[in-house]
């Protein structure tokens, strides 16, 4: 009798496991009370812009190391200057909160639960990256244009303080993507790498459900 293969998932392409891997955490995160009153219309421009405010440490986190990958053959791959989000963020919070949202302890300091994901972006080397990179800049490709739908309606933020969820360099989201998911699979990593990855991606939707949490207690009623 011949054996069988003891782990079927080390076939399978690095996109595929890190969408089934994270279905669970990323419903969890869709449906957590801050998003789903946020895109109710139930709370307000100031909570929309608290959540820009923590997702700016994050993103100068996760950019920081995209960016010390610049000449790392297998990470440099998924390294998109076109996904830079930390700029657009910065926009987004001088029009959200005025020019001296800089000097403002009540805009820039970052809740613990935010220092604590930005610390575990810095501390993740190459599959932190990868990882990190993928829940948010998917997440942001996706349901972050619902997002961006719900409080322009909803709260009347303008266009020009939603910068954060447009792509002015990539022509179509969708093509788009699909080569992040391409770059994904193509990306030389051994199987425990690649497991390695799909691990702290969870962990990346369970920091975002954290940081949900805290922008809950401090906006729903
Ligand atoms: C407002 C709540 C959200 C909605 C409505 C939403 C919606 C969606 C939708 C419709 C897709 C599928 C897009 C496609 O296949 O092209 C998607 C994918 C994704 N979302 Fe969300 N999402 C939300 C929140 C989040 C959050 C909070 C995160 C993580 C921080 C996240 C991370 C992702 C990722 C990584 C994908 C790509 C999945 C894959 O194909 O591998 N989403 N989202």
Do not use: C
Not at 82 to 110: K, M, N
Not at 129 to 150: E, K, N
């Amino acid at each position: 009798m011949t054996a069988t293969t003891s782990a079927p998932t080390t076939d399978e392409s690095l996109s595929a496991l890190l969408r089934t891997g994270t279905r669970g955490e990323h419903q969890a995160a869709e449906s957590s009370a801050f998003v789903d009153r946020l895109l109710a219309g139930d709370l307000t421009a100031a909570a929309y812009t608290d959540l820009a405010a923590q997702l700016l440490h994050v993103y100068r986190a996760l950019e920081q190391v995209g960016d010390s990958l610049a000449d790392d053959p297998v990470g440099s791959t998924l390294v998109f200057e076109a996904l830079r989000r930390a700029p657009a963020l910065e926009h987004d919070l001088a029009a959200l909160s005025g020019a001296d949202w800089r000097e403002r302890p009540d805009v820039i300091t970052p809740h613990p639960v935010t220092a604590a994901y930005t610390a575990r972006i810095l501390a993740g080397g190459l599959t932190g990256y990868v990882a990190h990179a993928y829940t948010r800049y998917l997440g942001d490709l996706s349901g972050g244009q619902i997002i961006a739908r719900m409080v322009q309606r909803h709260y009347g933020i303008p266009e020009d303080a939603l910068t954060f969820y447009r792509f002015p360099e990539i022509d179509k989201l969708k093509p788009f993507k699909d080569v992040y998911r391409a770059r994904l699979d193509a990306l030389t990593l051994t199987a425990e790498q690649r497991h390695a990855v799909v691990a702290e991606s969870r962990e990346a939707f369970r920091a975002n459900r954290e940081l949900f949490t805290v922008l809950g207690a401090a906006h729903l009623s």
